[in-house]
């Protein structure tokens, strides 16, 4: 009996997630839409949409086994669309880990719900097409939009995802 009461806690608890995830991405589209740069970046003239699903850790480790070739979970997974699904506005899906998004909430000092509107708007960047990944000025431009559309949300520039990414790699490589 206690596995069922578990398993409903836990469902409930993704759906009530998964509800708040979609009205803040919907919020931070709204807000991207504000930017004339980023505008450039998505489809023109059509309202922009984008999808989030908000699942545990052993669904995004094996999502991200399959796409991105690493067998361990992740916070935050971004799949653009293809066309012509694009030119109609709707930009992709991002899937984001519950339980990795509150235990980076906990050794960062700030609330889950914080740490979602970070992972929704580095998830959205990369939908637009910004990849931190692919070099030092991708990495301080994606920082720098990061920064940029928290502000709107009033969280401060440091907890973009980018940002603590490169501020861990120069405190390990000194």
Known sequence: MATKSRATKSSSELTSWNRK???RLEDLIDCALHFPA?????PR???WQAGVRVVGSAEIRKLNARYRKKDQPTDVL????PEPFLSLGHLGELVIALPILKRQARELGHSAEVELQVLLAHGLL????MDH???KKQTREQARWEARLLAFS???PDRGLVGRMEGKKSRTSR
Do not use: P
């Open 133 to 135: 990944e692919k070099g």
């Open 21 to 23: 995830a979609k009205l």
């Open 45 to 47: 003239k059509v309202e």
């Open 78 to 81: 971004s799949f653009g669309s």
């Open 38 to 42: 980023l505008r450039k970046l998505g």
């Open 126 to 129: 990369h939908l637009l097409g």
């Open 154 to 156: 009033d969280i401060t």
